[in-house]
């Protein structure tokens, strides 16, 4: 698990713990549609499409901003069980969205990935989560960023 300041500091003064990591630790079972040992997927309370899943990793990370390349294959792997989710709601890869709020634009300070498939509630609803948008980062480019950073590494380490 990863502690980072600010988490720590949520934790020792702030009066309520971060409710995705309250979810993760199984104390409330609602709308859960998958988990494993590292990620848990579950529908989002206030959906802003058709199908609106978020996924989370077990351990709290607590946004898009502290990503770091060791999380890389634990983003895969949340982006796999995300296409698995849409593939198995019946909807198509190509017009469905996955991404994350980018603080302080997010409303949980725990990283969490929206599978976002099919029509949206709204206009507005779907302006909240497009790409490109100072507000919200697309996996894929989160990925891709991520990879060059690694690449960087390895050529900096002679890898």
């Known amino acids: 698990m990863r502690i980072t300041l600010r988490s720590l500091l949520s934790k020792l003064f702030w009066w309520r713990p971060c409710v995705f990591c309250v979810i993760a630790r199984g104390t ?29 990793p077990k351990d709290h990370i607590v946004s898009v901003k502290t990503i770091r390349v060791s999380d890389y294959d634990l983003l895969l792997r949340m982006q796999s069980k995300a296409h698995d989710l849409l593939q198995k709601h019946g909807h198509d890869l190509t017009s469905s969205r996955l991404g994350f709020h980018i603080p302080p634009y997010n409303t949980v300070d725990h990283l969490h990935l929206h599978v976002l498939g099919g029509e949206f509630e709204s206009p507005y609803r779907s302006t909240k989560y497009e790409i490109g948008k100072k507000w919200y980062k697309d996996l894929g480019h989160l990925l891709s960023d991520l990879e060059c950073e690694r690449s960087k590494q390895s050529t900096f380490f002679g890898l």
């Open 28 to 56: 409330t079972a609602d709308q859960i549609v998958y988990q494993d040992e590292d990620i848990l997927a579950f529908y989002d309370i206030k959906p802003a499409a058709e199908t609106h899943i978020l996924i989370i």
